[in-house]
C-alpha cells in the first residue's frame, strides 16, 4: 500500500474514487452508471479479499483487466461532469444532511434519555408504599424512632462526623448511609442528617428505623417543617410562582432554542438548592460533608473532616482537566455582570462530595451571595442550567481543592479509569444513568448493588418479582 507502485494501493483508490461518483450519479438519476460503477467496485474488492485471504501480493495479470475497466468507468463519469467541483458540492450538501439527521437523533437520544431518567421506577414505587404501610401498622418502628439511638445531644455534638443527603430517593439515600457506614473505621461515631420532602417523609422514617447502619445515627427530616423556607426568603421558591418560570419549566415554553435538559423541574427542586441553605438547616453544626444521594461510597470518609481548609468555605474536586468545565461553559459571559465579576478560564468544580466549613460559611454569608445571583437570574440569562451555576458564582474563591481520589465522577454518563474507581473514595454516578435505573450503565451497578440488601423481605418483594 505505501508503494506508488503497488496494484493493491491503486485498486483501493479508484474504488474510492468509485463510490464518490456512485453516490454523485444517483443523486443526478443516472442509475444505470451507478450500477456498473457498483459491480465493478464489487469485481475490485473480490480481487482484494482473494489476495488478502492467501497473504500473497496481487500480480499485474491478475488485476490489469479490472483497473483498466475501472480506469474507463471513472474517464466516463468525467465526461458527465462529474468534476472535482461538483462532487465537493453534492459531498458537502449530504454532509449537512447527514448532519442535520445527527442533531435531529441527539436530540431524540436526550429527550427520552431524560424521561427515562426522570421516571420513577416501579420498583422503588412499590418500596415507598410498602414502607408506609409498614410504618402505620408496626407500632415497633414508632417505639424505635421514639427511643431513639440518636439524642438531640448527638445531633449537636461536634466532636462526631456530620454528613448531610437531601434526597427523595429512599433506596439512593440508604446505599449513601450503608456504604459511608461499611467503609468507616468509627461507624458509631457517624451522624446523618437526611433530608426528604412530605411525600417520603414516613417511608424514610420506617426504612431507617429497620435497620442499624452498624451504629451510625440517622435523623430524617422534611423541608416542609423549615418554617424560614418561604417565598419572602428563598428567591427559587419566590421564582415558582412566576408565570414564566412555570411555562419555561413545566411547559415546554421558551424560545424553542433551550435544550430539555436546561428546562428539566428538578433544577427547581427545593431539595436541589438546600445545599446553599445547610447553615440555616443544621444551626448547631460547624462542619458536615455534603453527600449527594446518587453516590456510593467505598473508603473511611474520617479524615475529610481534619482536612485544612486555608479559611475558605468549602472543599471540593477540581472538574476543569478539559476546557469543558471551566467557567465560560456554565455561564453567559455575553451578560455583563458575569463578564465583570468572573474569570471565564476559571477552574470548576463538583457537588456530590463537598467537606464545609459552616462556621466560614457563616463569616462571608455564602447564602447571601447565592441569594443575590439567583436573584439576577430570574430571566435565565446569566445561565440555564441546575444548581452548579449559581455554586460556582456563591463560592467563588472560597474553594479549597481536594485530591481527586476523594470523588470520582462519570459513572452515570461516560467510561471513566479503572484505576480512579479502584482508588476513588467516594464514585458518583453523575448523569442520567443512574445504577437504579434500568439505564444504568451494567459495569457500574454492582459497584452500588452490594450495598443493597434485595434480601429483605420488602426489596425482595419490590425488586425480584
Partial sequence: MLSAHSFTRQLVDQISLAKAFVVISKECNNLQFAAELSAQIRLSQVLLSRAATRGALLTAEE????????????????????????MIMKMKGQIQALEERMKSETEKSTKYGQIAAEELPKSLYCLGVSLTMEWFENSNLHRKLSEGKHTLEKL??????HYCIFSDNILAASVVVNSTAMNSRHPDQIVFHLVTDEVNYTPMKAWFSMSSFRGATVEVQKFEDFSWLNASYVPVLKQLQDSDTQNFYFSGGGDGKTPIKFRNPKYL??????????PEVFPALQKVVFLDDDVVV????TDLFTINLNGNVMGA?????????????YLNYSHPLIRAHFDPDACGWAFGMNVIDLREWRKKNVTGIYHYWQERNADHTLWKLGSLPPGLLAFYGLIETLDPKWHVLGLGYTSVDPSAIKNGAVLHYNGNMKPWLKIGMEKYKGLWDKYV?????????????
Fill in 156 to 161: 449537636r455534638d461536634n466532636s462526631l462526623y
Fill in 317 to 329: 474536586v477540581e472538574t476543569c482537566m478539559e476546557t469543558f468545565h471551566r467557567f465560560h461553559k
Fill in 63 to 86: 488485476v490489469e483487466i479490472a483497473i483498466h475497466d475501472m480506469a474507463l468507468l471513472l474517464y466516463q463519469a468525467q465526461q458527465f461532469h462529474y468534476d472535482s467541483a461538483t
Fill in 298 to 301: 467505598q473508603k473511611d470518609l
Fill in 269 to 278: 427542586s427545593m431539595l436541589n438548592h438546600l445545599r446553599f441553605y445547610i
Fill in 453 to 465: 440488601d434485595y434480601s429483605h423481605p420488602l426489596l425482595h418483594r419490590c425488586f425480584m418479582h
